[in-house]
């Protein structure tokens, strides 16, 4: 895949829309794509655009959604998690690469909708961890080894027991 362009995702419906909204209890702002879903099938991970509807740069591009795993990526992050693996990235040159290039890939695709005008990206890419939620939604929405924080941190919610309940399996109601 070229690095620089977004995959493509599916539009979003009125149905998602809903969900959405549910999840954040708000209506979504800027609202793209479904950048992921959960095996269950309600969206895990939206895709914003730079910019939200009244002008407000919205940098986060891939924004983790779903309750579930928002609840424990919450929790990894409240262990430390954050500080363990920026410690990482100063002793580990081929992680740190990885980093770079997943800072690099993100604001490209970001510029290829529309240009913030800085190199800011998300999450304290590329030198810090700061956002676990924002490595899991990177790694959802554009597969394994976009993001090396992304990967490790569904590797752990994995062993957190996700999916489970409505995100294996959604209630037909
Ligand atoms: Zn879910």
């Known amino acids: 895949m070229n690095e620089t362009e977004s995959p493509q ?5 009125d149905a998602d829309r ?3 909204a549910e999840q954040l209890g708000r209506p979504p702002r800027a609202l793209r794509a479904i950048a992921a879903r959960c095996p269950g099938g309600h969206p895990a991970v939206v895709q914003t655009s730079p910019r939200l509807e009244d002008g407000t740069p919205f940098p986060t591009l891939y924004y983790l959604t779903c309750p579930r795993l928002s609840a424990i990526v919450g929790k990894l992050e409240a262990e430390g998690v954050m500080r363990e693996m920026t410690e990482r990235l100063a002793e580990d ?5 990885a980093y770079q290039r997943a800072h690099k890939s993100y604001l490209a695709q970001r510029d290829a909708i529309e240009p913030l005008g800085h190199q800011v990206s998300a999450g304290g890419m590329p030198g810090r ?5 924002v490595h899991l939604a990177h790694t959802l929405a554009c597969g394994p080894g976009a993001n090396p924080f992304g990967d490790e941190t569904l590797r752990l919610v994995r062993a957190e027991g996700w999916p489970a309940g409505d995100c294996a399996q959604d ?3």
């Open 9 to 13: 995702f599916e539009p979003v419906t």
């Open 18 to 20: 809903e969900i959405v």
């Open 93 to 97: 040159a081929e992680l740190a690469a």
């Open 129 to 133: 961890v700061k956002c676990l939620h």
């Open 171 to 173: 209630n037909p109601q």
